[in-house]
């Protein structure tokens, strides 16, 4: 038998090939090239027949569309879960969008003062705002909540002692632990009680010349129940003042605005975690807050301005883009009623289920006037990315329950990447974490993925 693999184009060949030429016109020469020499190894692993010019440049297309996609690129999310850490949480306000869009396309006053014409401070930014939203006499923002959390211990308690309650000594998610980023700071975490209950006298008997300070790490993503018991932050407060010491409250959430008219309770504001009496709240600003990726931290003045001198403060100083979509966020929060319509977030979170029913009706019908077969069904969605860890929120969902494997799998590898779930058989595309303004899209999804 005639050996096939001797017949391959040469890769210069097949660069003089008419479709090929035509993906060097609009693709850089090495992609391309790069794109070919992989089409032919891997014709020449497979042996068999020759692939014909169209087989060619159809592989050699694909290969190019690899190489060209970004790595980072667009999702909807169709899980229900709506801060979703995998999915890169909170989507930004478009005024956080546009901010960001008109600092980057020019210089900006980052570090200048434009009243005075000298050097200013990038820690100046955001500051005015988040005092008035939560009454803080301080503010600082860094790169996220972690970080916050490791300057706060390495500023006040770099070789000395922290008491932190067992039952806080939580994971994070991504296999990240609070008690680890903790024991970086260089502070020396002292345990205190046990996972179920914690009492005032085990941080009083605790106390030592050496301890200073007093975490209290907000239970984010769990919950404990049956007989338990912690010490409120503002018991903390009463105890620590005995002793001189500032509580630090890693609070993670970050919410601006209660949410309990909407049926989320349980979680603090950042307002309500301060008056409960702690010198520093911590907070990411990409979780309720619904900005951009940031760890704000809330409180003391004097305790700030330590923070602010500290050299890990300049290690994990936030950049111009980070600020300008905070600072545009928080700025919708001045008017609560805009926050709750604006931040996507909050919109997705507090949207009624008549709504979210209307929705998934128009997008059944889109579907079914193009032959696929869907249904809207009632779904449990969540808030996902450590807040209101036990909250159902009632939800609607898009139903496709034929060919059910493969369309999730090309929603998935489509693009815009769909990501849906699968229960009992069934495709489920909750909309309660698809923004409004992507149902179009999500239809032309769907229908290409069944194509
Ligand atoms: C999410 C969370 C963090 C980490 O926040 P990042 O901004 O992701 O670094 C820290 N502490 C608590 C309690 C959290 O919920």
């Given at each position: 038998m005639k050996d096939q693999r001797r017949d391959l184009p040469s890769v210069n060949t097949l660069l003089e090939t008419s479709g090929v030429k035509w993906l060097l016109d609009q693709h850089p020469r090495r992609i391309v090239v790069d794109a070919v020499r992989s089409a032919v190894e891997a014709a020449r692993t497979a042996g068999g027949a020759q692939p014909t010019d169209e087989q060619w440049v159809e592989t050699i297309a694909s290969a190019v569309r690899d190489a060209t996609r970004p790595s980072l690129r667009r999702v909807i999310n169709a899980t229900g879960v709506v801060l979703h850490t995998n999915l890169g949480r909170a989507p930004l306000a478009d005024a956080a969008i546009r901010a960001i869009g008109h600092v980057a396309e020019g210089y900006s006053n980052l570090e200048y003062d434009i009243e005075t014409g000298h050097r200013g401070s990038r820690y100046s930014h955001c500051v005015g705002l988040l005092r008035q939203l939560t009454d803080a006499e301080d503010a600082l923002v860094v790169n996220n909540c972690a970080a916050a959390l490791v300057l706060t211990l390495n500023a006040l308690a770099q070789k000395k002692e922290v008491l932190v309650s067992r039952g806080e000594l939580v994971e994070i998610g991504g296999s990240f632990r609070i008690p680890d980023i903790m024991a970086r700071s260089g502070a020396k975490l002292v345990e205190v009680g046990t996972t179920n209950r914690t009492h005032d006298d085990d941080y009083r008997r605790a106390i030592t010349p050496k301890t200073a300070a007093i975490v209290k790490v907000h239970r984010s993503n769990f919950t404990i129940e049956g007989f338990t018991a912690e010490v409120s932050v503002d018991r903390l407060a009463f105890i620590a003042a005995e002793h001189g010491l500032p509580v630090i409250y890693d609070l993670g959430s970050g919410l601006l605005l209660p949410l309990d008219d909407y049926g989320l309770s349980g979680e603090p504001t950042a307002s309500a975690a301060l008056a409960s009496g702690a010198t520093l709240v911590l907070m990411s600003g990409d979780k309720l807050l619904g900005g951009p990726q940031a760890g704000i931290i809330l409180g003391s003045a004097a305790v700030v301005a330590k923070l602010r001198k500290n050299p890990f403060a300049r290690a994990m100083r936030v950049d111009k883009l980070t600020l300008s979509a905070l600072e545009a966020t928080l700025r919708l929060y001045l008017e609560p009623g805009r926050a709750l319509k604006e931040v996507p977030i909050l919109a997705m979170l507090t949207e009624s289920v008549e709504q979210l029913e209307s929705r998934a009706r128009s997008v059944v019908s889109s579907l079914r006037s193009s032959n696929i077969d869907a249904e809207v069904a009632p779904s449990t969605a969540s808030v996902g990315g450590?807040?209101?860890?036990t909250a159902d929120i009632p939800s609607r969902a898009v139903v496709l329950s034929k060919d059910v494997e493969r369309t999730e799998e090309r929603l998935r590898r489509g693009e815009p990447a769909v990501i849906g779930r699968i229960a009992d058989g069934k495709l489920l595309l909750d909309l309660r974490s698809v923004l409004p303004r992507e149902d179009g899209v999500l239809v032309q999804a769907i229908v290409k993925a069944r194509s």
């Open positions: 450590g807040a209101f860890p």
